[in-house]
């Protein structure tokens, strides 16, 4: 596989994987009962800090805007991508005590493992001369 497609690949399967972890609860928590849905929010019991739901969408936005930006060797939203893909990193120390399923911390690892790979590759000789 060349390092173009390597590159691509990556970023399609980590934003897809991205998008399925983000709305799983509306598709994978309906045989659940409620008590057991409400552990599994992303609502962080003992945070540090109570993050408003709205900068989740905007984190979420970064990162599709970051990846479009990436797939189209867009400089600028590389440095949005690479910003936002470190701020989901940094901030999961403070944001308390999360349980998630099995499948959702595969789609989530594979997904931030893949945005690294793409990350590491856009600065490679061949992918990097793409960006503009």
Excluded at 55 to 69: D, P, R, S
Excluded at 99 to 120: C, K, N, R
Aim: no cysteine; glycine share 8%.
């Amino acid at each position: 596989m060349k390092t173009l497609d390597a590159y691509k690949a990556s970023l399609i399967i980590s934003s897809v994987f991205l998008v399925l972890f983000w709305f799983s609860p509306w598709w994978s928590y309906g045989s659940l009962d409620y008590e057991t849905q409400n552990v599994l929010s992303f609502r962080g019991h003992g945070a540090y800090f109570s993050f408003p739901t709205f900068l989740f969408w905007l984190y979420l936005a970064a990162m599709l805007i970051g990846y479009i930006g990436m797939f189209l060797y867009i400089k600028s939203l590389r440095t949005v991508f690479i910003t936002a893909t470190v701020f989901g990193i940094a901030i999961l120390p403070l944001a308390g005590l999360s349980v998630i399923t099995g499948t959702e911390a595969f789609l989530t690892d594979t997904s931030t493992l893949l945005a690294g790979v793409a990350i590491g590759l856009s600065f490679s000789s061949n992918v990097s001369e793409s960006f503009h």
